[in-house]
C-alpha cells in the first residue's frame, strides 16, 4: 500500500490548511487511519485517527476543537482550523493493522512519506 498526503504549505497563525492522503488499495478503506506529526528534534507525535467507517475518531489534545479528521473509503482528510506556530512539523498520513482508531504509532503498518505544514508570521 502506498500513500500519498498532500495539502501542506505555509500560512500564517490562524489560518486553515486542509491535508489529504490517498492509498494505492482499497484496503485501507477497511482499516483505521491516522494523521501524525514531526517537528525538527523531536519524536514523531499523535495528532488524529478514525476508524474504518469513520464512526469513531479521537484527537490529541494540542489539536482538539480546533482539527477535524474524516475519510471517504481510502481517502482521508485533515482539516486543520486556527492553526499555531506550534503546529508546524512534517504531518504523515498512515494506515492501521485494523479496524480501530489507535493512538499509537505501533499499530500502523503503512505510512505516507510525510508533508510539510509551517506556520509563522
Known amino acids: 500500500v502506498q500513500l500519498q498526503a498532500s495539502g501542506g504549505g505555509s500560512v500564517q497563525p490562524g489560518e486553515s490548511l486542509r491535508l489529504s492522503c490517498a492509498a494505492s488499495?482499497?484496503?485501507?478503506?477497511?482499516?483505521?487511519m491516522g494523521w501524525f506529526r514531526q517537528a525538527p528534534g523531536k519524536e514523531r507525535e499523535f495528532v488524529a485517527t478514525?476508524?474504518?467507517?469513520?464512526?469513531r475518531s479521537y484527537y490529541s489534545d494540542s489539536v482538539k476543537g480546533r482539527f477535524t479528521i474524516s475519510r471517504d473509503n481510502a481517502k482521508m482528510y485533515l482539516q486543520m482550523n486556527s492553526l499555531k506556530p506550534e503546529d508546524t512539523a512534517v504531518y504523515y498520513c498512515?494506515?492501521?493493522?485494523?479496524?480501530?482508531?489507535?493512538?499509537?504509532?505501533?499499530?500502523?503498518?503503512?505510512w505516507g512519506q510525510g508533508t510539510q505544514v509551517t506556520v509563522s508570521s
Open positions: 498512515a494506515v492501521a493493522r485494523g479496524a480501530c482508531a489507535s493512538t499509537s504509532k505501533n499499530d500502523y503498518q503503512y
Open positions: 488499495r482499497r484496503t485501507s478503506s477497511n482499516n483505521g
Open positions: 478514525i476508524n474504518w467507517n469513520g464512526g
